[in-house]
């Protein structure tokens, strides 16, 4: 695979602006669904949205999780399968959700707050499951946030704190694999018909592993 550099989006300043988030809407030009997005979060904590050239179309700020407070970070983002929505994990322990429309110009307006006892750290949104966020925390915890009940359900819990780097899921959502700051990787599986899952140690690298 050749990768060759096209454009840069957001130019250089002169000083440190350094970009904590990234992610791209799961769809495709073209497929008759909401334009493609690829939105971007900066130590300002400015979401900015760039159609899939790269031109900048829409912006906003991310909420405090307590009005007035500018002393948070946003950490991670993830979009919404049908890619109407952005959630956004902060280090205030909050996740929002924004719903962005279909196109773009719509009023971006919040419809889920899960807040939280620790920084969310890490997120992802499986394809299939769109009533269920996966994130997790900085104590390690691993959490579905349910859009529809507005509620938290706790997939894994460590016996000591340890740091979420990092999570994924497959496409259905039964089956999410997150890694933690001392090298582990867990897998937490659900059984056809249960609501709980089956938490299970498949490795330990010597660091910890910050992509899946």
């Known amino acids: 695979m050749q990768l060759r550099h096209l454009k840069s989006i957001m130019p250089p300043i002169n000083g440190v602006k350094q970009i904590t988030a990234m992610a791209w809407t799961p769809n495709r030009r073209n497929d008759n669904s909401a334009v493609v997005r690829l939105a971007v979060v900066s130590v300002d904590k400015v979401v900015q949205l760039f159609d899939e050239m790269g ?63 620790a920084e969310v750290t890490a997120m992802c949104w499986p394809t299939e499951t769109p009533q269920k966020l996966i994130f997790c925390t900085s104590d390690g915890a691993v959490k ?57 140690k498949i490795a330990q690298h010597t660091c910890p592993a910050y992509a899946l």
């Open 55 to 117: 031109v900048r179309q829409d912006r906003f700020a991310a909420k405090a999780a307590v009005k007035g407070n500018k002393n948070f970070l946003v950490r991670c983002i993830a979009f919404s399968p049908d890619c109407t929505k952005l959630a956004v994990g902060q280090t205030d322990n909050i996740c929002i959700i924004y719903k962005l429309g279909r196109n773009w110009g719509h009023k971006k307006t919040v419809c889920n707050k899960f807040p939280q006892q």
């Open 144 to 200: 579905i946030g349910n859009t529809k009940t507005h509620k938290t359900q706790v997939l894994f819990q460590p016996n000591e704190p340890n740091y979420c780097v990092a999570v994924c899921s497959s496409p259905d959502g039964q089956t999410v694999v997150s890694a933690h700051l001392d090298g582990t990787i867990f897998r937490m599986s659900f059984e056809s018909g249960t609501s709980t899952a089956a938490v299970q």
